[in-house]
């Protein structure tokens, strides 16, 4: 199965920039790159996804590497309200053609103020 | 909207006890999920519901069955717990129709087997 790697946790001060990469390099051309975050004592909640393009919402922007082995996810100006546990996750096909999330460990953002 | 919500948030139980997770979704989604996780292993799928009345296994589904009551309703339910079922348990519902790509979560249940 593919997977993803992400560095267990950042540090980030409020308001600055905040790029967290995520390496997929078994990625398969039909698979997309999606982030959730969990804040604590809360469910995942959809931050973006891409396939080939960099894309751009209002939390957050996703760069994606020309190979699609890696990505980053930038949030452009980091809150207090940010610090959380990001997932880089892979939607792929399963056997029965149907699409799942594979989850990877995710990253724990700490944002200074 | 309520949205995802999920019964009960915190439950104990002991080796061998029987207890069912209630979920519920009022966005009209078709598909629903069940999840655990687990510290240092990102969430895995235990079984999913792509439409009222079929379910289908995730990863993980030993141990655990499901009932789609309705169109709202997904339940998973643990015949006899064992201490590897200690976990958070979250469900989630998704729509089928474009943009079909989010799940929304529930809060939770953190689960206990003694």
């Known amino acids: 199965d593919a997977k993803t790697t992400q560095p267990n946790s950042m540090e980030s001060n409020e308001e600055e920039p905040v790029h967290l990469p995520c390496n997929h390099s078994?990625?398969?051309?039909?698979?997309?790159i999606h982030w959730y975050r969990q804040l604590p004592s809360q469910g995942p909640e959809y931050v973006i996804h891409g396939l080939t393009s960099n894309v751009n919402n209002r939390m957050a922007s996703l760069a994606i590497a020309e190979d699609r082995k890696s990505s980053t996810l930038i949030l452009h100006r980091a809150t207090l309200r940010d610090a959380a546990v990001y997932y880089c996750i892979l939607r792929v096909r399963n056997a029965g053609n149907n699409r799942k999330l594979i989850w990877g460990l995710g990253t724990s953002l700490a944002v200074n103020p | 909207n309520a949205g995802v919500t999920q019964t009960p948030k915190f439950q104990v139980l002991k080796t061998g006890q029987s207890m069912t997770l209630q979920c519920a979704q009022d966005m009209n989604h078709n598909s629903m999920y069940w999840y655990r996780q687990d510290p240092g292993m990102g969430l895995r799928l235990i079984y999913y519901?792509?439409?009222?009345?079929?379910?289908d296994k995730g990863e993980v589904p030993n141990g655990y069955n499901v009932s789609r009551l309705n169109k709202r309703e997904f339940s998973l339910r643990l015949e006899s717990a064992a201490p590897s079922q200690t976990s958070v348990y979250f469900c989630?519902?998704?729509?089928?129709?474009?943009?079909?790509?989010?799940?929304?979560f529930g809060p939770g249940t953190r689960l206990t087997v003694t």
């Open positions: 989630a519902s998704r729509q089928d129709r474009e943009p079909f790509y989010e799940q929304y």
């Open positions: 519901s792509a439409s009222e009345g079929t379910t």
């Open positions: 078994t990625i398969s051309g039909t698979d997309y």
